[in-house]
């Protein structure tokens, strides 16, 4: 399986990103059991965002606090990331991950300045 992450930029603080991950060659059964969104800060190791089962509700990082939203298109094979009350320490690099391939997408870069 391919993962193509978009959707990141350059925001302000408060502002809003939606980003997008499309699973090239996943099968629907696969795609569906999981699929999550981890980053990247500068720095740092990565670290878990959020993930999306077929088994149960999303989970979340704790310092989302209720900011972010993943869904998935299941028929599009994609996975998106509502980012919305962003803050400078969300800036990282956003990557998309199938937990049953274990496969990454390449990134993409989320920055956001005060």
């Known amino acids: 399986v391919q993962l193509q992450a978009s959707g990141g930029g350059s925001v302000q603080v408060g502002g809003s990103l939606k980003l997008s991950c499309a699973a090239s060659?996943?099968?629907?059964?696969?795609?569906?059991?999981?699929m999550g969104w981890y980053r990247q800060a500068p720095g740092k190791e990565r670290e878990f965002v959020a993930e999306?089962?077929?088994?149960?509700?999303?989970t979340y990082a704790d310092f989302v606090k209720g900011r972010f939203t993943i869904s998935r298109d299941n028929v599009k094979r994609r996975v998106y990331l509502q980012m919305n009350g962003l803050e400078p320490e969300d800036t990282a690099i956003y990557y998309c991950?199938?937990?049953?391939?274990?496969?990454w997408g390449q990134g993409t870069q989320v920055t956001v300045s005060s």
């Open positions: 991950r199938s937990n049953v391939y274990n496969s």
């Open positions: 999306i089962t077929d088994s149960g509700p999303p």
């Open positions: 060659g996943a099968i629907l059964s696969a795609f569906r059991e999981s």
